[in-house]
Nanobody, 128 residues
């Protein structure tokens, strides 16, 4: 299995930027597609962005398209979520998750149940 640890969260003003990192240990990270999800208080956990195993295919929720960028470095076992032009609605706990399915060789899946391993989350708070 793989262990995931998120970092980089914090408090930022609207319009600012944050860079989240997901560090993996355990099995070869390149064997997993990776997704970022977020959960705001009182709301369901939702998909934010994902990247396939090799990094050549990405997918974004409409709410973050054009503002967030996901990337990965399999040699360093990390996935990064660059978040720009942040809005108060982006406030949530952000989680990275790993999908071990072979579908992840090409595809980016977007449902919570598609992902097998989860980090503990990192808080992002955007003030207005």
């Amino acid at each position: 299995q793989v262990q995931l640890v998120e970092s980089g969260g914090g408090l930022v003003q609207a319009g600012g930027s944050l860079r989240l990192s997901c560090a993996a240990s355990g099995r070869t990270f390149g064997n997993y597609a990776v997704g970022w999800f977020r959960q705001a208080p009182g709301k369901a956990r939702e998909f934010v962005a994902g990247i396939n195993r090799g990094g050549g295919n990405t997918y974004y929720a409409d709410s973050v398209k054009g503002r967030f960028t996901i990337s990965r470095d399999n040699a360093k076992n990390t996935v990064t979520l660059q978040m720009n032009s942040l809005k108060p609605d982006d406030t949530a706990v952000y989680y990275c998750a790993a999908d071990q399915s072979t579908l992840g060789i090409i595809a980016v899946r977007r449902e919570r149940y598609d992902y097998d391993y989860w980090g503990q989350g990192t808080q992002v708070t955007v003030s207005s």
